[in-house]
């Protein structure tokens, strides 16, 4: 299995043979792990009204700081297994620009590349705060659809268009499996190799936990997270 592991990751390196890598992985007993978020708290959204490129923005805004669904469930917090290092082959990460919004509201990404659109036919700008990874401070004017950053190194990013103030929005860099929680704060980690895995769950506001799951290949394993108010 281990030795499976690294002639993999050398491959994946080299060649982009990460469909294959995640085949050979799932093949071997991959599991996935179920990771469920919540928290016992309010909600804090602000809501605030919008005077400029009100045709695409709207007169009305949200900041979505901490979304709280069905079962106290808690939306767009990240979960992973980091050490899964390559097990899944993910699809290009992307983030949109749409509606004076930044769509979704963090994306989840391997260390590589990001594709960043504008849907709004308006001048936006990508500000990234980061620390790990260059920051990123440029124009992104209507006619730039789409813009190609990378971003290499591990970190939670935080984005901002200076456009428009409002505008926040979170690059997860994340190494191994990862998947933002969805409205009902559930995220599924798919292809995790079997065994002893560290689970760990960010949130913008929140902070970070971790947990250790024994993964079953072939199985899901279920693992729960109540993050704390600060
Ligand atoms: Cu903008």
Redesign the pocket.
């Known amino acids: 299995m281990r030795k499976a592991l690294t002639i993999g990751t050398a491959v994946a390196l080299v060649g982009g043979a990460a469909m294959w890598f995640a085949t050979t992985v799932g093949a071997q007993g991959g599991g996935t792990v179920e990771v469920e978020v919540k928290y016992n708290g309010p909600a804090k959204v602000d809501k605030l009204k919008v005077n400029k490129d009100t045709e695409k923005c709207g007169t009305e805004t949200m900041i979505e700081h901490v979304v709280v669904g069905a079962n106290k469930g808690l939306a767009n917090a990240v979960a992973s297994a980091p050490g899964a290092k390559g097990a899944k082959a993910t699809a290009k990460a992307v983030i949109d620009?749409h509606g004076?919004k930044f769509v979704p509201h963090v994306v989840v990404m391997q260390p590589g590349e990001i594709e960043i659109k504008n849907s709004?036919d308006?001048?936006?700008?990508i500000h990234t705060y980061s620390t790990a990874n260059p920051s990123i401070n440029k124009a992104q004017p209507k006619f730039k659809k789409v813009m190609t950053e990378k971003l290499e190194k591990p970190e939670f990013v935080k984005v901002t268009?200076d456009?428009?103030s409002w505008?926040l929005g979170w690059v997860a860099v994340v190494p191994g499996v990862a998947a933002a929680t969805d409205a009902n704060g559930v995220a599924k980690l798919e292809n995790v190799p079997a065994g002893k895995q560290k689970i760990e769950v960010w949130h913008e506001t929140l902070g970070k936990q971790e947990k250790e799951v024994d993964v079953k290949a072939g199985q899901t394993t279920k693992v729960s997270f109540e993050m704390k108010g600060k």
């Open positions: 620009q004076c709004d308006i001048l936006h700008n268009c456009v428009h505008m």
